[in-house]
């Protein structure tokens, strides 16, 4: 079977999804990134090799924070930022949503698409409040599963009101609830509203928030919060089935579109056992001092990128397609 793989790589996790040539997703993994990019890519590709021996890659597309190295260790056929993959991905699944919230480990993304077009977008750059790490983090500290956070925050009947617009404050106001005696459930609820308080303002600020409104993202997983945003809203929040791995599946859409039926350059499931190596150096060319970083496989070099005019990444000779 023909398919197409998307790998987003993130600071948190690693996914990748496998999409046929109908745009079906056949299959999804999610991995820990552990700041170890390369080998979670050759992980990931191992085991979808593994439960899937049977496929014929067609294309492969990268997006995620870490996409220009994944694209380079797979031979990509598209490198995309993580607004269109996911805009992309949001659109296939419900052809006219309008707004798409995305709410991953360590960022937070609007979308705003009209007519099937991206008009707007932001990303927040100041705080991690509201993120996925930011929730791992008060679970624990709480001593509650991250998986049983969503369902204790629906059983809040009366949430109470946290200060979520840092994350520093957020926790203190947290500890002094529960200190006054206020229900771990009613704490949680509050803490899902205040985190969605503090999207709306920081990120989707100004923004025309329109219905369909999808949802997705690792934190999409969180009842509460999906219950926050529905009542703040004021409307319905769709989750798609694969709302952790959103941004994979787009990058898979994005390199059959690419693709569209020639050759592609994906090195082969073979990559598993290759040997990539990084490395940096300064080029002293120019006053500019530029730092540049090379990936070897094995010891031949594969990509350089870093210098600002272009000398040591043109120098790298493109992997052929097949």
């Known amino acids: 079977m023909k398919v197409y793989l998307g790998v987003d790589v993130g600071s948190v996790s690693t996914n990748i999804a496998v999409v046929d040539a109908a745009g079906t997703v056949l299959d999804t993994v999610y991995l820990r990134t552990h700041g170890r990019p390369v080998a979670a890519i050759q992980q990931a590709l191992r085991q979808t090799r593994e439960r899937n021996p049977a496929l014929a890659v067609a294309g492969v597309g990268t997006t995620g924070s870490g996409r220009h190295l994944a694209g380079v260790v797979l031979g990509a056929d598209s490198v995309k930022n993580e607004i269109t993959a996911h805009a992309v991905a949001a659109m296939h699944i419900v052809p006219d949503v309008r707004t798409v919230l995305e709410i991953g480990g360590q960022d937070s993304k609007i979308i705003i698409i009209r007519d099937g077009v991206v008009t707007d977008f932001a990303m927040n750059t100041v705080c991690a409040a509201g993120t996925g790490s930011f929730l791992d983090q008060q679970a624990a500290r709480l001593g509650i599963p991250i998986e049983e956070f969503g369902r204790r925050a629906l059983e809040g009947a009366s949430p109470v009101r946290v200060a979520g617009r840092c994350a520093v404050f957020a926790e203190s106001d947290m500890i002094h609830k529960q200190q006054t005696g206020h229900r771990i459930a009613d704490i949680l609820s509050g803490l899902c509203q205040a985190l969605v308080r503090n999207y709306l303002n920081n990120i989707g600020k100004g923004k025309?928030?329109?219905?369909?409104?999808?949802?997705?993202?690792?934190?999409?997983?969180?009842?509460?919060?999906?219950?926050?945003?529905?009542?703040?809203?004021?409307?319905?929040?769709?989750?798609?089935?694969?709302?952790?791995?959103?941004?994979?599946?787009?990058?898979?859409?994005?390199?059959?579109?690419?693709?569209?039926?020639?050759?592609?350059?994906?090195?082969?499931?073979?990559?598993?056992?290759?040997?990539?190596r990084t490395a940096g150096f300064e080029c002293d060319g120019c006053p500019n001092i530029c730092e540049v970083v090379e990936i070897k496989l094995d010891e031949q070099v594969i990509a350089r990128w870093g210098d600002r005019c272009g000398k040591w990444t043109n120098s790298v000779q493109k992997p052929s397609r097949k």
Request: charged fraction near 20%; aromatic fraction near 10%; charge should be negative.
């Open 208 to 276: 025309p928030i329109d219905s369909p409104v999808v949802f997705q993202g690792g934190v999409a997983a969180n009842a509460g919060m999906r219950r926050a945003f529905e009542e703040t809203l004021g409307c319905p929040v769709v989750v798609p089935d694969h709302y952790g791995v959103m941004g994979a599946v787009g990058a898979a859409l994005l390199a059959r579109e690419q693709v569209d039926g020639g050759p592609t350059a994906f090195r082969g499931f073979d990559l598993v056992d290759y040997r990539f």
